[in-house]
C-alpha cells in the first residue's frame, strides 16, 4: 500500500472493534434482523445523517430486488447491511482499512448474511472486479480521502452494465476558506480531498456519467451532529465516537463548525451511464 493510503487505513483503524462490535451482537441475541440492523446504524453507518442519509439515496436510486451494488469505501459493511435487508440486493464492498473490513464480514456472517454481501480488503483506485458486473453503486464519504476523482469515477464505470447509476454522498466545499484538522474523516490536510460540487460535475462527466440529481444534506446534517455531539461524553456502547478514537469531540467540533459556518456540507449526488 502506498503511504498516504497507509495513513489514512491507520486513520481508521481502532484495533478494538471487533470484540466491542461481536460483544453489541451478543447482547442483542434474539432480536430481529431488522432491529439489530436499525440499531446497529449508530456505529456502521460512518457518514453524516447515519442510516436516514442511506435510506434516502437507497430510495432516489429506485432499487430492484437481486441486482448487484458496489459499494465503493464501505467501511464497516452498514450500507451494504442496510441495502441487502430492506432492498434485497446483494453487495459487494471494498474498503482500504482492513480492519473495518474483517469486523463487517465477521458480523455478517454473525447475521446471515454473507451469502448475499461480501466486503473485499482494496483500494478503490484499482477495483478488482469485472467489468460490466455491476448493476449501481454506492459510495458514502469517501471521496474527502482520494485526490484524483476523475480516476475514481473511471473506475466505477468500468464496473458498471450500461445504463448503471452510481449515488455518491461526500462532504463538499461550499464556501472559501482554511479547513481546521481533526476532521472525521482526515487527522490533517494531507489526507483530505474535499472538493466541490462542479468539481464532482466535471469529473462524474469526464468518465461518462451523466449527472441527474444533487441535494444538499446541511440541514439534516446539523440536526444530526448536535444529536451525536450531545451523546458523546456519555458513552453509549454504539456510536460514531467509537470509530474515531481518543478526539473524536475535536473531530466532531470541527466538523460541525465548518458545516455551520458554510465552509462544507454533505451533499448527495446520482449519476447514470447513458
Ligand atoms: C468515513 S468512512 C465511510 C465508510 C462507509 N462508506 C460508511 O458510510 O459507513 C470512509 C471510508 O473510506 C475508506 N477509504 C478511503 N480511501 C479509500 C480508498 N482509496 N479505497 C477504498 N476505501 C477507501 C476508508 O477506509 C473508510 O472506511
Given at each position: ?7 489514512i487505513a491507520?486513520?481508521y483503524s481502532r484495533?478494538?472493534l471487533?470484540p ?10 434474539g432480536l430481529p ?19 436516514a ?6 430510495d432516489a436510486m ?19 447491511r442496510?441495502l ?25 456472517a454473525?447475521?446471515g448474511l454473507s ?7 482494496g ?10 458486473g ?13 485526490a ?6 473511471g473506475?466505477?464505470a ?10 455518491v ?18 487527522s ?8 466541490a ?15 441527474y440529481?444533487e ?10 451532529l448536535?444529536?451525536v ?8 456502547a ?6 474515531m478514537?481518543d478526539?473524536?469531540?475535536q ?11 458554510g465552509?462544507i456540507?454533505?451533499v448527495?449526488i446520482?449519476a447514470y451511464?447513458p
Amino acid at each position: 500500500m502506498d503511504p498516504l493510503n497507509n495513513m489514512i487505513a491507520r486513520h481508521y483503524s481502532r484495533g478494538s472493534l471487533g470484540p466491542t462490535l461481536l460483544a453489541a451482537l451478543d447482547e442483542r441475541a434474539g432480536l430481529p434482523l431488522g432491529t439489530l440492523i436499525e440499531q446497529l446504524g449508530a456505529v456502521d453507518e460512518f457518514h453524516v445523517g447515519g442510516r436516514a442519509a442511506t435510506q434516502a439515496l437507497a430510495d432516489a436510486m429506485k432499487l430492484r430486488p437481486g441486482q448487484n451494488i458496489l459499494d465503493i469505501g464501505c467501511g464497516l459493511g452498514g450500507t451494504a447491511r442496510l441495502l441487502a435487508t430492506r432492498h434485497n440486493v446483494r453487495v459487494t464492498g471494498i474498503d482500504l482499512t482492513a480492519e473495518y473490513v474483517e469486523v463487517g464480514n465477521n458480523m455478517n456472517a454473525r447475521l446471515g448474511l454473507s451469502g448475499q454481501i461480501e466486503l473485499v480488503c482494496g483500494n478503490a483506485l484499482a477495483l478488482p472486479f469485472a467489468a460490466r458486473g455491476f448493476d449501481a453503486a454506492t459510495m458514502l464519504h469517501v471521496g474527502m480521502n482520494i485526490a484524483n476523482k476523475s480516476a475514481l469515477f473511471g473506475g466505477i464505470a468500468r464496473t458498471l452494465k450500461p445504463g448503471g447509476k452510481l449515488a455518491v454522498y461526500d462532504i463538499m466545499r461550499t464556501g472559501e476558506g482554511a479547513l481546521s484538522y481533526p476532521v472525521p474523516w482526515a487527522s490533517e490536510a494531507s489526507m483530505s480531498f474535499v472538493e466541490a460540487r462542479p468539481f464532482y460535475r466535471s469529473a462524474l462527466e469526464a468518465a461518462g456519467f451523466a449527472v441527474y440529481g444533487e441535494a444538499d444534506r446541511r440541514e439534516l446534517a446539523l440536526t444530526f451532529l448536535a444529536t451525536v455531539k450531545a451523546r458523546t461524553g456519555t458513552a453509549p456502547a454504539l456510536g460514531l465516537p467509537l470509530l474515531m478514537g481518543d478526539d473524536a469531540a475535536q473531530k466532531l467540533t470541527n466538523l460541525s463548525t465548518q458545516i455551520e459556518a458554510g465552509l462544507i456540507a454533505p451533499v448527495q449526488i446520482l449519476a447514470y451511464l447513458p
